[in-house]
């Protein structure tokens, strides 16, 4: 049976806004992705084949021409690895079914995608049944756990991290823990609530949670590694 969002007007009106605007950005941020590809990426191709037939012709032709091929060869290679760059990135963002697929198999997509792309070892534990979620606390979800794999990777310096799924009392918790370095964790509530821009992936996360009517806990040391709560209502 397909699932079937709650109407919005029997939720309270903060929730309503939230969800509006976590579906609203989803569609920019796909927007965007397509903008690119269909445009700058498109001209970045054209741009290396132009280069690749420069730098098949013969160079023996006329002198000086050997410098001029290996420039181009430089530059060939210079487009080829922006344009790898540039398509991993419009990967990471790629719409994963939020609509059409469940809860744990968005999540469970989002893990394997990380281990194949940083082969950092991922483990992901479902315990208990979950409840069933629409569509914007799903990509709030999907989000945060993504900025969290994002930091972890970068700046815990492990090789694996963990993650826990479950349902508690009509709410869905997500919770993802590593035994890296650890750091002092900036405040992200009340008046001195962190507004530096290297925190933005963390106030990020704590306003997707706060969006769907959930909440966001972050928990580190320096040298006792990094936990993340997430706790968002579920549909029913």
């Known amino acids: 049976m397909t699932k079937i969002d709650p109407p919005y007007d029997d939720l309270p009106a903060r929730e309503r806004a939230g969800r509006r605007i976590l579906a609203v950005t989803e569609e920019e941020l ?3 992705i ?4 269909d445009g700058p990426v498109q001209k970045l191709f054209a741009a290396l084949s132009q280069i690749e037939l420069l730098g098949r012709l013969d160079v023996r032709a006329e002198p000086g021409t050997f410098a ?5 060869q ?3 290679r210079l487009l080829e690895g922006s344009l790898a760059e540039i398509r991993s990135g419009l990967g990471t963002f790629r719409p994963p079914g939020f609509r059409h697929r469940p809860l744990v198999s968005v999540l469970r997509g989002l893990v394997m995608q990380h281990e194949a792309s940083t082969g950092v070892r991922v483990e992901l534990t479902v ?4 409840p069933s979620v629409g569509v914007p606390v799903k990509i709030a979800l999907y989000r945060i756990l993504q900025e969290a794999l994002s930091n972890a990777t970068r700046h815990a310096e492990v090789d694996r991290l963990e993650i826990h799924l479950t349902g508690e009392d009509g709410w869905v918790v997500l919770r993802v823990s590593d035994a890296g370095r650890g750091f002092d964790p900036p405040p992200l ?3 001195l609530a962190t507004e530096r821009e290297e925190h933005i992936g963390l106030r990020g996360m704590r306003d997707r949670a706060e969006l769907v009517a959930g909440r966001f806990r972050l928990t580190s040391r320096p ?4 936990r993340i709560e997430v706790r968002v209502p579920g549909d029913g």
């Open 30 to 32: 796909q927007r965007i």
């Open 34 to 37: 397509l903008d690119i590809h």
């Open 68 to 72: 001029l091929a290996s420039g181009l």
């Open 74 to 76: 430089n530059l060939a």
């Open 127 to 130: 315990e208990g049944e979950v």
């Open 189 to 191: 509530e009340g008046p």
């Open 223 to 226: 040298g006792e590694g990094t």
